[in-house]
């Protein structure tokens, strides 16, 4: 049994497997996805266990969790099955690897960008030699939101909602607007370029809010819930090898 885990900025997400079967998975905030976590200890045998935490969330009771298992944390000293442009290599965050893992795994000898849409959106490319060579960070859909506010004297702070029309007729729907379409402007103008220099890309969307934006962005591979859990047993698996 391997068991992959996903710490992000706010929610842990774990997927436990055996051989490439995915048996059992969970989604929650990180206090929560702590004690679940002990639960799948508690009532299965784990071989190996791999571990991406961007948020730093507990990471002396993670250590005390894993200390008699074989475990892996995505860092530094992990060996990639890609080869790393980024500068310095070592600051490429564990969930980005988590997810280029994931498509070279599953779309090999491809051009392919990744866009995951989380707290932040970041764009991922990764050549069809399995070269990564960089990408973007802009933020996410609900610090725009919150950022309108903070930094501004009168601006509300709203929830998302899906605009009406592209143009707003009031404060409420302009903020929508330009929120919404800020970002799927964006997004296409970035599958735009990449496509304009690389034949064949194909391009993934995937993130806790990609599927209030997939409609309408065409021509893009919509990721499934499990995408990152096994980008994670990908690098795992190659890492046992090696």
Excluded: W
């Excluded at 045998?45 to 791999?50: G, L, Q, Y």
């Amino acid at each position: 049994m391997y068991l992959t885990i996903d710490i992000g900025n706010t929610n842990t997400k774990f997927f436990l497997f055996s051989d490439d079967r995915l048996i059992e998975k969970g989604n929650s905030e990180n206090e929560i996805g702590t004690k679940a976590i002990l639960e799948i200890f508690k009532n299965y045998k784990i071989d190996a266990v791999i571990y991406s935490n961007v948020s730093g969330h507990n990471r002396s009771g993670l250590k005390k969790i894993f200390k008699n298992y074989k475990v892996y944390n995505v860092n530094k000293y992990l060996k990639l099955p890609f080869t790393n442009e980024y500068k310095p290599q070592s600051s490429l965050g564990s969930d980005r690897i988590a997810l280029i893992c994931a498509a070279i795994n599953k779309y090999p000898n491809k051009h392919i960008l990744i866009i995951d849409l989380g707290t932040c959106i970041t764009y991922d490319f990764v050549s069809s030699d399995k070269i990564y060579m960089g990408g973007a960070i802009t933020p996410g859909l609900m610090i725009r939101y919150k950022s309108l506010n903070i930094f501004t004297a009168d601006l509300p702070i709203l929830d998302f909602k899906f605009p009406e029309k592209y143009y707003g007729n009031s404060t409420f729907e302009s903020i929508h607007s330009g929120i919404y379409y800020g970002i799927i402007d964006e997004i296409k103008g970035r599958i735009d370029y990449y496509k304009k220099k690389f034949k064949h890309l194909e391009v993934i969307l995937t993130g806790g809010d990609s599927y209030k934006l997939s409609n309408s962005i065409k021509n893009t591979i919509f990721a499934d819930s499990n995408f990152i859990g096994e980008g994670l047993l990908y690098l795992l698996k190659f890492n046992l090898k090696t």
